[in-house]
T-cell receptor, first 114, second 113 residues
Framework: DVKVTQSSRYLVKRTGEKVFLECVQD?????MFWYRQDPGLGLRLIYF???????EKGDIPEGYSVSREKKERFSLILESASTNQTSMYLC?????????????FGPGTRLTVT | AQSVTQLDSHVSVSEGTPVLLRCNYS??????LFWYVQHPNKGLQLLLK??????LVKGINGFEAEFKKSETSFHLTKPSAHMSDAAEYFC???????????FGTGTSLTVIP
């Protein structure tokens, strides 16, 4: 079974802090994704990566950056956390590009910024 | 342009009765379509997927969906609801290539005992 793990289930941070969210997948997948999920808005793509050190902006990249130094690990960084970044963050991976492949999701990190 | 519309934000059914969650999509390409389920405070789990093979797709836990190109729909059904089906359901479309996934805003299913 594919396993996608996220470093924290719940996280509370203060405004202005630098926040790291980590995601690890164990199936040698090429593609990895970071989404945020807010009520009534569904999932919105922040960034995705199609290879080590390669990344592309999604729909809402402002205020976020990412790092992929190893194939299995994809980190989301909030450079200076703000209260409007309070949300559920979901990581996903998939084997490769193309419509045949579904995404596998981690359990999510619920981040609260106070 | 791609988009997904889930026609009901909330659906409530009695245990043992049929479930219908509606999804319409817009796609310029031959799309792949997915249904995911999310239980409270959990990640998304794949229920089923359509990738241009059979139009009637069977998934886990007794769910199925039918791809209807003429109606641009991909509705999710289950003959008999179970209490454990109470969750949020997401319809997702992706074009045949690339890495863009378009999510609906979700349908919250309540199952009444």
């Amino acid at each position: 079974d594919v396993k996608v793990t996220q470093s924290s289930r719940y996280l509370v941070k203060r405004t202005g802090e630098k926040v790291f969210l980590e995601c690890v997948q164990d199936m040698d997948h090429e593609n990895m994704f970071w989404y945020r999920q807010d009520p009534g808005l569904g999932l919105r793509l922040i960034y995705f990566s199609y290879d080590v050190k390669m990344k592309e902006k999604g729909d809402i990249p402002e205020g976020y950056s990412v790092s992929r130094e190893k194939k299995e690990r994809f980190s989301l960084i909030l450079e200076s956390a703000s209260t409007n970044q309070t949300s559920m963050y979901l990581c996903a991976s998939r084997p490769a590009s193309g419509g045949l492949y579904e995404q596998y999701f981690g359990p999510g990190t619920r981040l609260t910024v106070t | 342009a791609q988009s997904v519309t889930q026609l009901d934000s909330h659906v409530s059914v009695s245990e043992g009765t049929p479930v219908l969650l509606r999804c319409n999509y817009s796609s310029s390409y031959s799309p792949s379509l997915f249904w995911y389920v999310q239980h409270p405070n959990k990640g998304l789990q794949l229920l089923l997927k359509y990738t241009s093979a059979a139009t009637l797709v069977k998934g886990i836990n007794g769910f199925e969906a039918e791809f209807k190109k003429s109606e641009t729909s991909f509705h999710l059904t289950k003959p008999s609801a179970h209490m454990s089906d109470a969750a949020e359901y997401f319809c997702v479309v992706t074009p045949g290539t690339g890495n863009q996934f378009y999510f609906g805003t979700g349908t919250s299913l309540t199952v009444i005992p």
